[in-house]
Every structure is written in C-alpha cells, then in structure tokens.
C-alpha cells in the first residue's frame, strides 16, 4: 500500500494509530509513505501514484472513500484568511481557496501549520471554518479518506481508528514541536478542534459545501 502522506499537525493522530496498526498487521499490510502538502497529495491520488490518502474534498468528490475525513465542527484554527490588499490562494491547498471563495472572504488563504503559527501570535484574521458554522450551521469538512481499491481494508482502518482515542507519544511529540515551532501543550490544545468522525452532520456540510462550490462555476 502506498499511503500520501501530509505531514500537517492536523492528521499527527491517524499517524499515530497508522503506525500501530500496520504493525500488528504486518503481515497483511506493507505500507509505503509517499509524502507532500494536499494539492500535490491530491495530483499523486489522481495519477494513481498513491493508493490512498487524505483528498482536499473538493477533489474528493466522485472518489471512494470511508467515512473518515479532517472535519471541524466550528473553528479550526489552521484555515485562515489574513488581510491582505489582493485575494492570494494558498498553493498549499484547493478546497481552502474555494471556501474563502464561497464565503465572500476577501485577503490571504493560509493553511497548515503555518496558519497555526500565525493563528497563536493573535495577528487580525478570520478562521474560514468558524465562518462557515456561522453562515451554514453545519461543520466543514476539509478533506476526505479516499481509496482506488481494497475497500474492507480502509473501513477497517476506519472502525479501529474512530473506536477508541489515540494517545500521543510523548517523543512524538516533541519532534512534532521541534519541526513547527509549535508547544507540545499548543498542538494537544489544537488537535481538540479537530474531528475525523465523518458523522451525518458532517456529511451535511460536505453536500452544502458541494452545492456552493457548484454554483462558483
């Protein structure tokens, strides 16, 4: 199995678990990380380059997937528009420049772990997932758990994953701290805002999102 990775803050549980799991699977599963930032995750998926992966949704849709995804049920604090005199899209992302787009959010789209890092320096910004849940009252769903083939294989991924909560390693995260310049305290605290639970409200939000992104076109 070849697994794109993103190395954001935002998927350091599933990591996690991922790193478990294939070893008490061993046998079964032999995975391969093919690692990048979600646009170039999004290209390697579509190629084929890579099995599986966490698909911006706006690239997702018509794709198998499981119901796991980057999900916020209000703010996110890592999808922010910054004032800026210009509209400037995140090269970074693709599902995020349609959301500022959607909701009329006119600056800088910033995301990751660098929209968190500005995010704790309390600089002037709007949190796109917050704005969201204002406008439409359903959470955001930023990107999906897709896969080409081996369908029982990511629902079993998806089943253990969800049924119980993954504790991080304290070395983990550290070297997750050293790499962003973010406190160990500052990413537990971050991580609390997100969710994977591609739960009924969730795929709400996901079909709005659809919806509002078709009529941009």
């Not at 309390?122 to 406008?135: G, S, Y």
């Not at 959470?139 to 294989?153: G, I, Q, R, S």
């Not at 504790?167 to 605290?189: C, D, G």
């Amino acid at each position: 199995m070849v697994f794109g990775k993103i190395e954001y803050l935002n998927l350091l549980p599933f990591h996690v678990f991922m790193k478990r799991f294939t070893k008490s699977n061993q046998q079964k599963m032999g995975l391969n990380y093919n690692k990048g930032v979600p646009s170039t995750i999004n290209k390697k998926f579509l190629a084929r380059r890579v099995d599986a992966a966490f698909i911006s949704s706006i690239r997702a849709k018509n794709h198998r997937h499981v119901d796991l995804g980057i999900i916020a049920k209000k703010e996110v604090q890592s999808v922010l528009v910054i004032p800026h005199a210009e509209d400037v899209s995140d090269k970074e992302s693709e599902t995020s420049n349609v959301l500022a787009r959607i909701l009329k959010v006119k600056g800088e789209v910033l995301i990751g772990d660098k929209a968190l890092r500005y995010y704790l320096e309390n600089k002037p910004h709007t949190d796109l997932a917050k704005e969201w849940n204002t406008q439409y009252k359903t959470p955001f769903v930023f990107a999906l758990l897709c896969y080409h083939k081996d369908k029982n294989t990511y629902k079993n991924i998806q089943k253990n994953f969800l049924k119980r909560k993954v504790n991080i390693p304290q070395y983990l995260l550290e070297k997750a701290s050293r790499r962003t310049h973010i406190s160990k305290s500052q990413i537990l605290h971050y991580l609390e805002y997100i969710s994977y639970d591609l739960d009924t409200k969730a795929k709400l939000g996901l079909k709005k999102f659809y919806n509002k992104a078709k009529s941009l076109s």
